[in-house]
């Protein structure tokens, strides 16, 4: 039995390691594009420099809407006030909208977690995983994921909640049966383990057609 449970700690442990590369590399990729951006900044000043000698205010014009757009594509779309929780959310978003999968977000943490950022970063790279490939068997116009986090007293609160193809999924203990394979349920596990360390509640739902879970972490 010791050595199953090592064996099964194990997958986990080599699970969790791919998973974080994962994030890593969505995250990197991210800033590599504000990076980009930033290097070409002085070429970009040069260039309006050089149409506002020519009096070429047209020109000028339509340079800064080009710049405009092409800022709007690397820019973060949810600002948390947390620097991790920023680029792990962002990063998410993106490779959902990339799947045509619509995001509505409202989140809001510290700036200092009184957990590990890593704990959170899993929490929330797993919740994400899971609700985009349950929102890409459904149609386009039905691919929703809503994200929320805030405080609540002295307690973060998470909630996703994505609709899924089947209108009530089947528990099985504590966990929704899943058809993805063992990966997807090293996540499961690995977020309950988190939740359950940091003294933690998780909570998950699957009504109408939606699937839902919420965490509360304390911050005391």
Not at 67 to 86: A, F, R, S, Y
Not at 121 to 147: H, T, W, Y
Not at 155 to 161: A, E, G, R
């Amino acid at each position: 039995m010791r050595l199953f449970s090592k064996k099964i700690d194990k997958q986990i442990a080599s699970y969790q390691q791919e998973l974080i590369e994962t994030h890593y590399r969505e995250v990197d990729n991210m800033y590599r594009q504000i990076r980009g951006w930033r290097h070409d900044y002085r070429n970009h000043i040069q260039t309006m420099k050089a149409y506002a000698a020519a009096n070429d205010w047209e020109a000028i014009k339509k340079y800064l809407d080009l710049l405009d757009e092409d800022l709007t594509t690397v820019d973060t779309v949810i600002k948390t006030g947390n620097p991790m929780t920023d680029a792990i959310l962002n990063s998410k978003i993106s490779l959902a909208k990339s799947k045509d999968i619509e995001v509505v977000a409202d989140a809001n943490i510290p700036y200092k977690l009184k957990f590990s950022e890593i704990d959170l970063c899993c929490i929330i790279g797993n919740l994400f995983d899971n609700a985009i490939e349950a929102s890409m068997k459904l149609p386009k116009e039905q691919r929703v994921i809503r994200v929320y986090m805030d405080l609540r007293n002295s307690q973060l609160y998470i909630s996703f909640t994505n609709f899924t193809a089947e209108k009530k999924l089947k528990k099985e203990g504590k966990i929704f049966r899943t058809t993805k394979g063992e990966g997807h349920g090293f996540g499961l596990v690995r977020i309950d383990a988190i939740v359950e360390r940091l003294e933690g509640y998780i909570s998950r739902n699957s009504e109408d057609g939606a699937f839902t879970t919420e965490i509360l972490l304390p911050q005391e």
